[in-house]
């Protein structure tokens, strides 16, 4: 089993529709959560990022974390077109950051 | 600010010629990462660095990848001889610490004929 898991999509909605992507992990320790976001032939961006369990909000995009059911989920509200990218869940390790495999996301006009 | 800095962009070689791929890190950052990404395996850690010095290289597939880090503001990673399954997109990363957030380079994109 993977330390994080994801499931790698792809999944195509229509603009303005909320968007809910979702990881799993395995090994509770070093619990600083993020997901990164990809756009085509471009190295991965840090879009969130986060310690505690509960909800952190920017703008459209929400990351929430339990850590009882080790669930971590990023929701996008509104979306649009230029969200259109591959979304990857991390979570810190022994001085470093596993990721997950990696949501290919579409959202279409 | 600069962010990581990767060269060259794309790399497209014959099979069984060496291979350098270079990364300049955000000034300031003590770690530095070297990932590959491909469709199959995802992102991939192959080795990180703090302070200049190799710290976990366990990802490293073979012998025949090798990776320095002379000073604070370079780094390279070398493939000789390269294989056509050597082929993918390298990312190098660097950050504050280990397990905080990192900031990546947009990657080299590798072809080996």
């Known amino acids: 089993q993977k330390e994080v898991e994801q499931d790698p999509g792809p999944l195509s909605v229509p603009e303005g529709a909320i968007v809910s992507l979702n990881c799993t992990y395995s090994?509770?320790?070093?619990?600083?959560f993020m997901w990164y976001r990809q756009y085509s032939r471009k190295g991965p961006e840090l879009l969130m990022y986060?310690?505690?369990?509960g909800n952190k909000e920017d703008g459209r995009f929400t990351a929430q974390v339990d850590k009882s059911s080790k669930y971590i989920s990023l929701f996008i509200r509104d979306s649009q077109p230029s969200d259109s990218a591959t979304y990857l869940c991390?979570?810190?390790?022994?001085?470093?950051?596993?990721f997950g495999a990696g949501t290919r996301l579409a959202v279409h006009p | 600010d600069a962010g990581v800095i990767q060269s060259p962009r794309h790399e497209v070689t014959e099979m069984g010629q060496e291979v350098t791929l270079r990364c300049k890190p955000i000034?300031?950052?003590?770690?530095l990462f070297w990932y590959r990404q491909t469709m199959m395996r995802g992102l991939e850690l192959l080795i990180y660095?703090?302070?200049?010095?190799?710290?976990?290289d366990s990802g490293m597939p073979e012998d025949r990848f090798s990776a320095k880090m002379p000073n604070a503001s370079f780094s390279t990673l070398k493939i000789q001889p390269s294989e056509p399954r050597d082929s993918a997109v390298y990312f190098c990363?660097?950050?504050?610490?280990?397990?905080?957030?990192?900031?990546f380079g947009d990657g080299t994109r590798l072809s080996i004929l």
């Open positions: 990363a660097s950050s504050n610490m280990g397990d905080q957030p990192q900031h």
């Open positions: 991390a979570k810190s390790g022994y001085n470093k950051l596993i």
């Open positions: 986060t310690y505690s369990s």
């Open positions: 000034s300031g950052h003590d770690y």
């Open positions: 660095f703090n302070n200049n010095v190799p710290i976990d």
């Open positions: 090994n509770s320790a070093f619990q600083y």
